[in-house]
């Protein structure tokens, strides 16, 4: 018993003396390594702040240079990545770690990022398409199936867009560059079409007349091309007058709204009366068996 159990001790004691020297040497190489370390990190610091300074420079020249905005929100996000992509390894360098095993690993991590992230390489490449094909630019308001909004800018993978309510929609690079995009703003001016029904008693010039003067009086509205009036319904309570008037893309959306508070005074004004569902009950049998009909 006492053999063995000395044998015990003498084992615990070669074992502890083993991991005391191997916690002795791990700490001797991090003391030894120490200053290799803080280097790496002052030069990874140093290094964030010339990338800030670097892509700050970069986005004011572009600026300056009357890129638009949306070229220059992607321009940025591209140089900011590709900047940091360059102090990562500058420090790996700096800690010791080869070359060729870097370029292994980035080509390594490469094809498994690639293989993982084919939406984001394809929202990427998206990217790419609108900044150069240059459908849109910022703040010019653009409808994307069911999504509408204000351009506010392109990212690498994503184009934001702002809505008329206020929120705010992200959407991938890859559908916006492969969608049917719709610019209201392209062009500088946009056509409104505001109907308006009238009742079929209404002598249709004069009508027509009112309705025109009071696109006319609008300041939003544009002289050239000039404003139409013309029928393009005949409907089951009265008939459809619609306006078709030129405005700024700007006034785009309060000019409907412009035209129709001008138009009811006039009308009311001209005697034209705006009619609303109605419905005759007449006795045509005198028996008290009564039909009726949709008032025109």
Known sequence: MESQLEAQLEAGQEALQQTTGLLAGLWQKLVNYLPTLTIALIVFLIGMLIAGCINKLIYHAMNKAKLNA????????LIRILLYTVLIIICLSILGV???SIVAVVGAAGLAVGLALQNSLSNLAGGFIIL???PFQHGDYIVIGNDAG???SVTILYTELVTLDNRTIFLPNSIVSSSAVQNLSKNGTLRVNVPVQVSYQTDLSIAKDVMLKAV???PI???DPAPSIAVTALGDNGITLTAFFWVSKSDYFIAPGKLLEAVKPTFDAAGIEIPYPQLDIHDKTGKGEFVHENHR
Not at 71 to 76: C, H, L, S, V
Request: no cysteine; glycine share 8%.
């Open 221 to 223: 509205s544009r002289k």
């Open 98 to 100: 080869p070359m060729a």
């Open 216 to 218: 006319q009086s609008l």
């Open 132 to 134: 150069f094909a240059k």
């Open 150 to 152: 204000f351009v506010e």
């Open 70 to 77: 949306t070229a220059a929100g992607f321009g940025k996000s």
